[in-house]
T-cell receptor, first 114, second 113 residues
Framework: GAGVSQSPSNKVTEKGKDVELRCDPI?????LYWYRQSLGQGLEFLIY????????KSGLPSDRFSAERTGGSVSTLTIQRTQQEDSAVYLC????????????FGDGTRLSIL | DQQVKQNSPSLSVQEGRISILNCDYT??????FLWYKKYPAEGPTFLIS?????DKNEDGRFTVFLNKSAKHLSLHIVPSQPGDSAVYFC????????????FGKGTKLSVKP
């Protein structure tokens, strides 16, 4: 498809397990962002990638969170030893380049930690 | 501390009337503002934006107004339609930063037929 693709769309897991969330950005978009939306909150920035530059990890809430972007395209967000407060919708966005104001979002992964 | 605030969690408007959604910000370094619309179980979709050098931007039924001195912006939808019912997020960006958007908590708009 032409849009940002995220998988899975829903994930339910037990506290303490690790989870991986995947994002496939729009083809040709060099900038990729991860946000999360907790219940009743706005979107919270987590991490962004621009081309081959080192990612900006300033929004990651703890060292249990990490992300990779292989080959400048697909990105994986990993949460280790999940906690209940990690329950949220995780949204990925891409844009043509960093600073391009319009970011295009995927439909998100709804993560529920039991 | 929230840098972008949407103080109305919800708004209900009659079809055909004007919807006005408000947003306040605190960071004077923000130089670009965007509105996103979000339906349930979907990602936010870009609606309209405005640069800090302007005070108004219009696109069809949607107009965004920016008052820099008051650090306030608003989105006007006229006439409102039932399909406009969604959550609207205000977002801001500091052009000198690396590009991540700062979002408000959203306002849920309900347009009643």
């Amino acid at each position: 498809g032409a849009g940002v693709s995220q998988s899975p769309s829903n994930k339910v897991t037990e506290k303490g397990k690790d989870v991986e969330l995947r994002c496939d950005p729009i083809s040709g978009h060099t900038a990729l962002y991860w946000y999360r939306q907790s219940l009743g909150q706005g979107l919270e920035f987590l991490i962004y990638f621009q081309g081959n530059s080192a990612p900006d990890k300033s929004g990651l809430p703890s060292d249990r969170f990490s992300a990779e972007r292989t080959g400048g395209s697909v990105s994986t967000l990993t949460i280790q030893r999940t906690q209940q407060e990690d329950s949220a919708v995780y949204l990925c966005a891409s844009s043509l380049k960093t600073g391009e104001v319009t970011q295009h979002f995927g439909d998100g992964t709804r993560l529920s930690i039991l | 501390d929230q840098q972008v605030k949407q103080n109305s969690p919800s708004l209900s408007v009659q079809e055909g009337r004007i919807s006005i959604l408000n947003c306040d910000y605190t960071n004077s370094m923000f130089d670009y503002f965007l509105w996103y619309k979000k339906y349930p179980a979907e990602g936010p979709t870009f609606l309209i934006s405005i640069s800090s050098i302007k005070d108004k931007n219009e696109d069809g039924r949607f107009t965004v107004f920016l008052n820099k001195s008051a650090k306030h912006l608003s989105l006007h939808i006229v006439p409102s339609q039932p399909g406009d019912s969604a959550v609207y997020f205000c977002a801001a960006i500091d052009g000198g930063s690396q590009g991540n958007l700062i979002f408000g908590k959203g306002t849920k708009l309900s347009v009643k037929p």
